[in-house]
């Protein structure tokens, strides 16, 4: 170790993964852990030759933010206010340096800076819908509608998502069926259903076999009503009492997305057994195209097609839906409490 | 790094980091993460910490559907989860159902379940199933109202640092036997227990926080504790304890704790010390004693003012006192007021003492002989706050002139006289 005279600062050498080598004062960078380390096992960071190899996911502008973060908090005198407010301003960065700060200071090992970041970072996903993560942080929208239920499906006993895995599968059923009987590929038709979605359901378990698209539409409007459900900021409600649906006013796309949804019965009695069936995998593919197909167009129809819809459904009340053992579906009356 | 602003900035991290990240949303946010890319799908499942309150909730119009609704949410995510499970933690008004409950703690006690936090609602009382007892990586554990039985071939938790019972129902010999059993114990925290007639061994023992009607305390192997916090309450049953028994309570309790650093008691505790009490020399010294909070200190009676002199003179670094007074004043004997000159050295000094805080003061001869005493036996004295409680407004002006007049030891010193509500 040098020896510190009074007037003679001692300085540690560090070396970023580009190659680019600076000094720093020996008290800043002895607080991060993992150069503190180096220097006392290894002795090296004395000289320019010596510098310390930083991690690779350490660069030059994210070292300098360190650098002012370890300047600031090795100071023994701070007071805790004065220590909060520094990190409240430090952390105003846009997400990507957030996110590099974030990685380089778990690297160095540096526990408070990632406890800072971290936070910084779980505001944003607090609270937020999906697409204003995705919009964040620039994640791909690469998952199927049937993986985005999955967890869904997984995570709430809503009778709903239960009453869509009975579609899906019986519908995976029913395809395997046609499979072997006839060589037939299924047609990509564009048929957009005009009915009310109280037909919809009703005629799921209706004579209509053949129509793989109708199943498919009924299908992909259940699961993007389901999907919204979702959304933290939606009225996601299982109000399963008899509660009349909102109506949406015709104005906003998103208003309509929003406040669009039917309404189950709790009083389900639902055959579990069928749900995973063995499917060929090329089949499973094959349906997964089509539904993420039918998704996008109707990603795309949307807003207009519910405004459709709704105003054809003219009264509002719920619907209230029983499916026996053998798969048949009832409507019930009146709804009991559960 | 590259600068093409369209590519993913977080997926990639370390799932370290993005664990570090999501413990710090609430878990339903956190189980949502899942939809939001292919990357994203099973991240939130080998997170390590669940906790589960009020936020997990959907709103609903009736209390079962949202009590059905946690319970399905809290089966569900454990059932989804992968890995190990290091904190749990319900808090909730809502009372899940025992066989629920049970299987969740069963299957946390396969799961290398280090911190176990259980506050749910007041309706029913939870029995701890035996598999909590069998956890055996538990450092960390806090129970509100349940009953607990440890099982007979329970050999302790041999990893525990912090035990929290609140509102728990145990038997007391059990209790007892469940204190010593942990070896590393460091915190201990009972609340609201009734008529305890407690002993506790734990030589690692730090802190001790006691809530409630307890007999009898008596801290036999504790040498390490540094902070206790005591408040007693009283019943009939314990005042007549207290009158029938034997012993030193004050060596019982506070014998054995030569680390002590910070002494807080409350409503009986000066009194409870108080018996047995006897005055003459003090044989063990707190060296580390700097801060003394008792309140509801009775001045009236002569034994709870002798177990202050006694604690704050066997405390030679004290340096920070709080008293409050026991605003109840019934006797109109005479003040042996003599008792001041008479028995107390005039070569006592609290060389450290630096701010003394007097509250509910009630203008009582022994209250002001008290800081008479203080004010000219502290050197370094900064701070003299009384404050008066408010049954004595119109005495106040009087009292004032008096404190005034007294000498002070500590050219420093200042006497504030506070006249709002603390």
Not at chain 2, 216 to 236: F, K, Q
């Amino acid at each position: 170790m040098a020896v510190v005279k009074p007037e003679m600062k001692s300085y540690i050498w560090l070396q970023t993964a580009d190659g680019s080598i600076q000094q720093v004062e020996e008290e800043v960078a002895m607080f991060c852990p993992m150069i503190c380390r180096e220097v006392l096992q290894t002795g090296m960071g004395s000289s320019k030759n010596y510098a310390i190899s930083l991690p690779q996911r350490v660069n030059p502008a994210i070292l300098g933010l360190i650098l002012d973060y370890c300047r600031f908090h090795q100071v023994p005198g701070r007071s805790n206010k004065e220590r909060k407010t520094f990190d409240e301003k430090f952390i105003r960065l846009d997400t990507k340096k957030l996110c590099e700060l974030t990685s380089a200071a778990d690297s160095l090992q540096l526990r408070p800076l990632v406890d800072l970041t971290s936070r910084a970072l779980a505001r944003m996903i607090e609270g937020k819908t999906p697409e204003e993560i995705r919009e964040t942080f620039h994640l791909p929208d690469d998952l199927t509608e049937e993986e985005k239920l999955e967890p869904l499906r997984n995570m709430t006993d809503d009778p709903r998502i239960r009453l869509l895995n009975r579609l899906y599968a019986r519908k995976r059923k029913e395809l395997k069926e046609r499979e072997k009987l006839k060589n037939v590929e299924v047609e990509e038709e564009q048929h957009v259903d005009e009915r009310s979605v109280d037909d919809l359901l009703s005629f799921i378990n209706g004579a209509d076999e053949g129509k793989l698209e109708t199943y498919l539409t009924s299908y992909i409007y259940c699961a993007e009503l389901l999907y919204f459900l979702h959304e933290p900021d939606c009225p996601t409600s299982s109000c399963l009492n008899g509660d009349t649906g909102n109506v949406p006013s015709p104005s906003k796309p998103s208003e309509l997305q929003d406040s669009a949804y039917v309404k189950f019965s709790p009083k389900l009695d639902f055959d579990d057994g069928d749900i995973d069936d063995e499917l060929d995998p090329a089949m499973k593919e094959e349906i997964d195209r089509e539904v993420e197909d039918f998704a996008r167009r109707l990603n795309s129809v949307w807003p207009e097609r519910m405004q459709e819809i709704l105003s054809l459904g003219q009264e509002r009340r719920p619907v209230s839906l029983s499916v026996n053992g053998n798969g048949s579906l009832k409507r019930y009356t009146g709804l009991d409490g559960r | 790094m590259d600068s093409d602003s369209g590519r993913d900035l977080i997926s990639d991290l370390p799932q370290s980091i993005i664990e570090s990240i999501l413990i710090k949303v609430p878990l339903l946010d956190a189980v949502r993460t899942s939809i939001l890319s292919r990357k994203w799908r099973y991240k939130w499942a080998t997170i390590t910490q669940l906790v589960f309150n009020d936020t997990c909730l959907t709103p609903c119009h009736d209390k079962s559907s949202i009590s059905c609704n946690l319970v399905n949410f809290i089966t569900r995510c454990l059932f989804l989860h992968d890995g190990p499970i290091h904190k749990f933690e319900l808090n909730t008004s809502y009372s899940p159902t025992s066989p629920d409950l049970d299987q969740w703690l069963l299957f946390l006690s396969r799961k290398d379940i280090k911190e176990l936090i259980i506050d749910i609602g007041e309706d029913d009382w939870f029995r701890a199933p035996s598999c909590v007892f069998f956890c055996p990586k538990l450092t960390h554990l806090v129970l509100v109202r349940c009953e607990l039985n440890p099982p007979p071939n329970f050999k302790g938790f041999l990893c525990l640092k912090h035990l929290s019972l609140q509102q728990v129902i145990i038997p007391p010999h059990d209790i007892e036997v469940l204190i010593s059993s942990c070896p590393l114990l460091e915190s201990l925290t009972l609340s609201y227990f009734d008529s305890l007639e407690l002993t506790i061994r734990a030589p690692n023992l730090k802190y001790l926080n006691l809530e409630g009607e307890f007999k009898d305390i008596r801290l036999e192997n504790t040498p390490h504790l540094v902070g206790i916090s005591v408040a007693m309450y009283m019943t009939d049953d314990i005042a007549e304890h207290f009158e029938q028994s034997s012993g030193c309570n004050f060596d019982k309790f506070l014998g054995g704790v030569p680390c002590l650093e910070r002494l807080i008691g409350h409503i009986y505790f000066t009194k409870y010390l108080s018996i047995g009490n006897e005055q003459g020399s003090f044989p063990v010294m707190y060296q580390n004693l700097k801060f003394i909070e008792l309140y509801q200190v009775s001045f009236e009676d002569m034994k709870e003012l002798l177990v202050v002199l006694r604690l704050i003179v066997s405390s030679p670094n004290l340096e920070e006192l709080q008293i409050s007074s026991s605003s109840i004043t019934t006797t109109t004997d005479i003040y042996d007021l003599d008792f001041w000159e008479r028995d107390w050295p005039a070569d006592c000094t609290f060389s450290k003492l630096k701010i003394v805080h007097m509250t509910d003061f009630s203008g009582l001869p022994h209250e002001i002989a008290f800081i008479k005493f203080l004010l000219g036996h502290s050197p370094v004295l900064e701070q003299m706050i009384v404050a008066p409680t408010i049954y004595v407004m119109d005495k106040v002006v009087k009292m004032l002139i008096d404190l005034l007049t007294f000498r002070r030891a500590s050219p420093l010193a200042t006497v504030k006289f506070v006249q709002e509500p603390l």
